[in-house]
């Protein structure tokens, strides 16, 4: 009985954790990402796969990523400005910035 308890506590534990990849998703297909970057190749800017392999082990890359999106920028991934999404909640751009960081799925 004990055991089942643990067990049961790790996984409500886990799934707090998990990204809503159908919400991101969601968000991404209203917003403009799409037009300069995809999953796995640079359009414009990185893909997906790209920004997750750089950032990967980097305990901050989520805040960043998530200030990145909502304040645009340039310098990391070359000349061409990221513009800003000062629209999307802060909720919204720390989701994409952990479903991308995840991999993009």
Known sequence: MRTMIVVGALFASASSYAVDASKAKLI?????????HA????????????????YKGDKGAVDSLAKKI????????????????????????????????EGAK
């Open 39 to 54: 999953v796995n190749n640079k359009i414009v800017g990185p893909g997906f796969n790209e920004v997750a392999a750089k």
């Open 70 to 101: 909502k304040s645009g920028g340039s310098g990391v991934w070359g000349a061409i400005p990221m513009p800003a999404h000062p629209n999307l909640s802060d909720a919204d751009v720390k989701l994409l910035a952990q479903w991308i960081l």
């Open 28 to 36: 991404v297909g209203k917003s403009d990402c799409m037009t300069c």
